[in-house]
């Protein structure tokens, strides 16, 4: 294996090398950094602080709806056409929101009437309901999100089978659980939850997809798959 040459180490002369910084190129952990004196190189801890501050920038960035919304209007069958469905939580605002997780898993007030009343005007089952979740890191939704459900419509439109597709949900300050009366409310027998992860000191838009079959509300965390990062 070619053993590249780390550009900390030929702009920092007193930077001790570690051997394990041929291990880098195989994974995204912060290993065989190399030291300067007892400390970290400098460019090291620089790279550190910026990933740190993005991680934290994307647990306070607001979802932006209506963009969000435009993109996921147009997609062919089977999943429908039409802006998607905007709600919220009993979650009010970012920091309720940090402090108060039951919060963010229920819908409020007026989300409800408008789901409830959607749900009775479609009347029938679905087979999958979609509910994309801005989470803990918005900027994942709003980045992967629309191209992932893209991919997805065009899977299902050539599978063999016929797919009835609930209406699309957008949610903002929301868990994970938020699918479970989601789904629920539009009798749909599975829900997809797309909602950004609690970023990390690599991956600030992480999306991760939670798959429960037979969504109601109460739902614990071990029937529900999971697909991350």
């Known amino acids: 294996m070619a053993d590249e040459t780390d550009p900390a180490e030929t702009t920092e002369t007193a930077v001790v090398r570690n051997p394990w910084r041929r291990l880098r190129s195989f994974t995204d952990a912060r290993i065989g950094l190399g030291r300067a004196g007892i400390s970290l190189p400098t460019s090291r801890l620089l790279e550190f602080q910026l990933a740190h501050a993005q991680a934290r920038d994307a647990v306070h960035w607001p979802l932006d709806v209506p963009a969000l919304c435009e993109q996921l209007a147009n997609y062919g069958e089977p999943v429908p056409a039409g802006e998607p469905i905007a709600l919220h939580t009993r979650a009010e605002h970012r920091t309720m929101y940090l402090q108060r997780p039951d919060l963010g898993r229920r819908l409020d007030e007026a989300s409800v009437e408008r789901l409830s009343q959607t749900g009775d005007d479609l009347g029938a089952a679905f087979d999958l309901a979609l509910v994309v979740v801005d989470g803990l890191s918005?900027?994942?939704?709003?980045?992967?999100?629309?191209?992932?459900?893209s991919a997805l419509a065009e899977a299902l439109a050539e599978d063999e089978a016929t797919w009835r597709i609930a209406p699309l949900t957008v949610v903002e300050q929301g868990r994970v659980a938020i699918g479970d009366e989601i789904g629920e409310r539009l009798n749909a027998r599975a829900v997809v939850v797309l909602v950004g992860e609690r970023p990390g000191l690599s991956s600030p838009d992480s999306l991760g997809l939670y798959l429960t079959w037979a969504p109601q509300v109460g739902v614990t965390d071990e029937k529900r798959n999971c697909i991350s990062n």
């Open 138 to 149: 918005a900027r994942a939704v709003q980045e992967h999100a629309a191209p992932f459900i």
